[in-house]
């Protein structure tokens, strides 16, 4: 059937989002891209060997860089990170960051609630007209006397459906509909500037780069006018972080070390590669692990050779004002961390919460001093091949039954937070999204299906995890938690991998 149509229910003041104009925009760019897209999630599902790409040399060897970053995105040392929830994004723009990554993605769940009123909201925050009372009557509105930081929209990642808009009889691309109804809505303020989450290659970045052609050409909008960070969190685009910023040079702003999806994506690739790609417990790799150095420390290298800037991880550590203790132990690995990247030539980085922003800028502003950046630190001495990447062992460590059980009590309190509609759950005093939860159901799959013994002697084995699982279903309650223990043990244990749990879980909710 031609036309576009909403299947979604009613969200309030969904209709100022909602509007024709802008439907047929984001069915514009259906149309326009679905067909390249279809292609390379084909091809997503052809796994071929990892390297650096002979056919793309001359790209790496070739002398460029990407435009020019507009004033807003010169100086990024501190970027805070959260859902377009409403308190939460102002909240965000209260924070003294430089940068808001309004999450639309893996700190979001796609309820059609969330997809609509997460537009509306961004809509208010581009004009400032932003505020919030909680049911208790608490007013949340914008500061006068702060900063507000640049607003970097990450949509959902490719790989994602819109069930509840269609496009000519199909759901719409989950990535378009995020990105065509917040351009349409607010380019014309300026400022269009994205996160690209889950690439994996240079292909995708193409494909993106078309999206904001086509989409400024339509709305009138000046070419290099969209800027977007590419979040380098799976294991194929490491090899092609150069590729990438090549094909969005006119719109790359920079690269962002997605740390905790670069590990779910190195288990998931090697999932059924042997014993030597097996990864010990999520707690025990740090980024001083020789393969995560060797990632970090290319991307820095490559960001700085092409003009492009450097983001550093996150750091998702929840202040627990009732426990100084755990507070101070906390804040003293963030500081470390921080620490780390600032000396490596990051030109900023995450925090999950706003009291952690005052932590990440004390420690960017030191390093940088007058400086919006680290441009100018070009890491020459830096040379990653293709094994350090691949490295695994180099992680040490090895499986643990707490790892084990910590692996299904974090993966199903994450999923009973998001069928439940929030996906930034707070877990043992840590800001969670999809990540977590992927990363503890693909190595608890990997584990399985490779004979892992952990260190008390006993095998992992699909009946042990389900042991396990139904000791934490019993210390859980909710209305999810049938389902959320349903759902981790199919993603966790069935024999056929699923790519990513958030397509099974979205299945099931409305």
Same mark, same amino acid.
């Given at each position: 059937?031609?036309?576009?149509?909403?299947?979604?229910?009613?969200?309030?003041?969904?209709?100022?989002?909602?509007?024709?104009?802008? *439907?047929?925009?984001? @069915?514009?760019?259906?149309?326009?891209?679905?067909?390249?897209?279809?292609?390379?999630m084909?091809?997503?599902?052809?796994?071929?060997p990892?390297?650096?790409?002979?056919?793309?040399?001359?790209?790496?060897?070739?002398?460029?860089?990407? %435009?020019?970053?507009?004033?807003?995105l010169?100086?990024?040392?501190?970027?805070?990170?959260?859902?377009? $929830?409403?308190?939460?994004?102002?909240?965000?723009?209260?924070s003294?960051?430089?940068?808001?990554?309004?999450?639309?993605?893996?700190?979001?769940?796609?309820?059609?609630?969330?997809?609509?009123?997460?537009?509306?909201?961004l809509?208010?925050?581009?004009?400032?007209?932003?505020?919030?009372?909680?049911?208790?009557?608490?007013?949340?509105?914008?500061?006068?006397d702060?900063?507000?930081?640049?607003?970097?929209?990450?949509?959902?990642?490719?790989?994602?459906?819109?069930?509840?808009? $269609?496009?000519?009889?199909?759901?719409?691309?989950?990535?378009?509909?995020?990105?065509?109804?917040?351009?349409?809505?607010?380019?014309?303020?300026?400022?269009p500037?994205?996160? =690209?989450?889950?690439?994996?290659?240079?292909?995708?970045?193409?494909?993106?780069?078309?999206?904001?052609?086509? @989409?400024?050409?339509?709305?009138?909008?000046?070419?290099?006018?969209?800027?977007?960070?590419?979040?380098?969190?799976?294991?194929?685009?490491a090899?092609?972080?150069?590729?990438?910023?090549?094909?969005?040079?006119?719109?790359?702003?920079? *690269?962002?070390?997605?740390?905790?999806?670069?590990?779910?994506?190195?288990?998931?690739?090697?999932?059924?590669?042997?014993?030597?790609?097996? *990864?010990?417990?999520?707690?025990?790799?740090?980024?001083? %692990?020789?393969?995560?150095?060797?990632?970090?420390?290319?991307?820095?290298?490559?960001?700085?050779?092409?003009?492009?800037?450097?983001?550093?991880?996150?750091? %998702?550590?929840?202040?627990?004002?009732?426990?100084?203790?755990?507070?101070?132990?906390?804040?003293?690995?963030?500081?470390?961390d921080?620490?780390?990247?600032?000396?490596?030539?990051?030109?900023?980085?995450?925090?999950?919460h706003?009291?952690?922003?005052?932590?990440?800028?004390?420690?960017?502003?030191?390093?940088?001093?007058?400086?919006?950046?680290?441009?100018?630190?070009?890491?020459?001495?830096?040379?990653?091949?293709?094994?350090?990447?691949?490295?695994?062992?180099?992680?040490?460590?090895?499986?643990?039954?707490?790892? =084990? $059980?910590?692996?299904?009590?974090?993966?199903?309190?994450?999923?009973?937070?998001?069928?439940?509609?929030?996906?930034?759950?707070?877990?043992?005093?840590?800001?969670?999204?999809?990540?977590?939860a992927?990363?503890?159901?693909?190595?608890l799959?990997?584990?399985?299906?490779?004979?892992?013994? *952990?260190?008390?002697?006993?095998?992992?084995?699909?009946?042990?995890?389900?042991?396990?699982?139904?000791?934490?279903?019993?210390?859980?309650?909710?209305?999810?938690?049938?389902?959320?223990?349903?759902?981790?043990?199919?993603v966790?244990?069935?024999?056929?991998?699923?790519?990513?749990?958030t397509?099974p879980?979205?299945?099931?909710?409305?």
């Amino acid at each position: 059937m031609p036309g576009v149509r909403v299947l979604g229910g009613e969200v309030e003041r969904g209709d100022e989002v909602l509007t024709p104009e802008a *439907l047929e925009f984001v @069915a514009e760019l259906h149309r326009a891209f679905a067909p390249e897209h279809a292609a390379l999630m084909r091809r997503r599902a052809q796994r071929r060997p990892l390297g650096f790409l002979p056919e793309t040399k001359a790209v790496r060897d070739g002398d460029w860089r990407v %435009a020019e970053a507009p004033e807003p995105l010169r100086d990024r040392r501190v970027e805070i990170t959260g859902p377009t $929830e409403r308190k939460m994004t102002v909240n965000a723009l209260n924070s003294g960051a430089k940068v808001w990554l309004a999450d639309l993605e893996d700190a979001n769940t796609p309820h059609w609630h969330n997809v609509v009123s997460g537009q509306v909201n961004l809509r208010d925050a581009a004009r400032g007209t932003i505020g919030f009372t909680s049911p208790e009557g608490k007013r949340y509105a914008l500061r006068d006397d702060v900063e507000r930081p640049a607003i970097v929209v990450r949509p959902r990642g490719w790989h994602l459906p819109e069930k509840h808009l $269609e496009v000519d009889g199909e759901p719409a691309i989950g990535a378009l509909v995020d990105f065509g109804l917040h351009f349409f809505h607010n380019a014309s303020l300026g400022r269009p500037y994205y996160y =690209l989450p889950k690439l994996e290659g240079h292909l995708e970045a193409r494909l993106w780069n078309g999206v904001f052609t086509t @989409a400024q050409q339509r709305l009138g909008v000046p070419h290099g006018t969209i800027r977007a960070t590419v979040l380098i969190e799976t294991i194929p685009a490491a090899f092609e972080m150069e590729e990438i910023l090549h094909e969005l040079r006119d719109h790359a702003s920079g *690269l962002n070390a997605g740390r905790w999806d670069y590990l779910f994506s190195i288990i998931k690739y090697f999932r059924d590669a042997g014993p030597d790609a097996v *990864l010990p417990d999520r707690g025990s790799i740090t980024m001083t %692990a020789p393969f995560m150095r060797a990632y970090t420390e290319l991307l820095v290298r490559t960001c700085h050779k092409r003009g492009a800037f450097a983001i550093g991880g996150m750091a %998702a550590f929840i202040p627990n004002r009732r426990d100084p203790g755990v507070t101070e132990n906390a804040l003293a690995k963030v500081r470390a961390d921080k620490t780390r990247e600032a000396g490596d030539g990051f030109d900023g980085s995450w925090v999950a919460h706003p009291d952690l922003v005052p932590v990440c800028r004390e420690i960017f502003d030191a390093q940088l001093g007058d400086e919006p950046n680290q441009l100018g630190v070009q890491r020459s001495d830096v040379s990653v091949t293709a094994e350090q990447l691949l490295d695994f062992a180099s992680a040490g460590g090895g499986a643990t039954r707490a790892g =084990l $059980e910590s692996a299904v009590d974090v993966g199903v309190r994450y999923l009973l937070s998001w069928l439940g509609g929030n996906g930034a759950a707070a877990i043992h005093n840590l800001m969670e999204d999809a990540a977590t939860a992927e990363i503890s159901r693909s190595q608890l799959w990997q584990w399985v299906h490779n004979d892992v013994v *952990l260190d008390d002697g006993t095998p992992v084995t699909a009946d042990l995890v389900r042991e396990v699982l139904a000791e934490v279903a019993r210390d859980l309650g909710g209305d999810h938690l049938a389902p959320a223990v349903e759902l981790f043990e199919q993603v966790a244990l069935a024999d056929e991998f699923v790519d990513f749990l958030t397509l099974p879980a979205y299945e099931r909710i409305g």
